[in-house]
């Protein structure tokens, strides 16, 4: 069975300082790992996903994830965090050609410092 | 290109009442996914449908069940409602399935009192 861990349910960063959110995966299979965002009442929109054509996958409004095997992690980055990435960030996984569901982590809720 | 709807957008329900949800994805996608999500079990998978067929369910009760019409629109209902059905209900559609990019819809609000 797959899942997901998401290490830290908030946290808090100063606008300008590095974003770092944190992912486990476990899987007896090569996933596909997502990272999706969620705005206050709304839905999810996807970041960034890892199909296993490059280990660090860039996404858009500046993040990107580095998919590490060794330690089944998909950990997502900004380098300088702006008040508009205060959000909820979910992790997922899905299992490839037999996986037609996604599995998420259990969020990360962000909250940027002015 | 018009994103994923759901509507409605906010739902007022009683206990033992029955519910249904619509959603209409993204022109030209056939897989189509439900999810739910509360504050204490988070994101959790209901269903998937591609080409009118269910192709995967998660752990719920018979009481939520889907289906999905010929032209990829799909719904979902919930039977003989509890207070613990209160959530945001989530659709997402994709070309295939859940290997592809998953485009979310803004969500229904259910709330059963």
């Known amino acids: 069975a797959q899942s997901v861990t998401q290490l830290g349910s908030h946290v808090s960063v100063s606008e300008g300082a590095l974003v770092l959110l944190r992912c486990n995966y476990s899987?007896?299979?090569?996933?596909?790992l997502f990272w999706y965002v969620q705005y206050p009442n709304q839905g999810l929109q996807l970041l960034l996903k890892?199909?296993?054509?490059?280990?660090l996958v860039k996404g858009i409004n500046g993040f990107e994830a580095e998919f590490k095997k060794s330690e089944t992690s998909f950990h997502l980055t900004k380098p300088s965090a702006h008040m508009s990435d205060a959000a909820e960030y979910f992790c997922a996984v899905s299992l490839g050609a037999a996986g037609n569901k996604l599995t998420f982590g259990g969020g990360t809720r962000v909250l940027v410092k002015p | 290109k018009a994103g994923v709807t759901q509507t409605p957008r906010y739902l007022i329900k009683t206990r033992g009442q029955q519910v249904t949800l619509s959603c209409s994805p993204i022109s030209g996608h056939r897989s189509v996914s439900w999810y739910q999500q509360t504050p204490g079990q988070g994101l959790q998978f209901l269903f998937e449908?591609?080409?009118?067929?269910?192709?995967n369910k998660g752990n719920f009760p018979g009481r939520f069940s889907g289906r999905q019409f010929s032209n990829s629109r799909s719904e979902m209902n919930v039977s003989t409602l509890e207070l613990g059905d209160s959530a945001l209900y989530l659709c997402?559609?994709?070309?295939?399935?859940?290997?592809?990019?998953?485009?979310f819809g803004p969500g229904t609000r259910l709330t059963v009192t």
């Open positions: 449908y591609f080409s009118e067929t269910q192709r």
């Open positions: 997402a559609s994709s070309l295939r399935g859940a290997r592809d990019e998953q485009y």
């Open positions: 890892y199909t296993s054509a490059a280990t």
């Open positions: 899987s007896s299979v090569p996933p596909y």
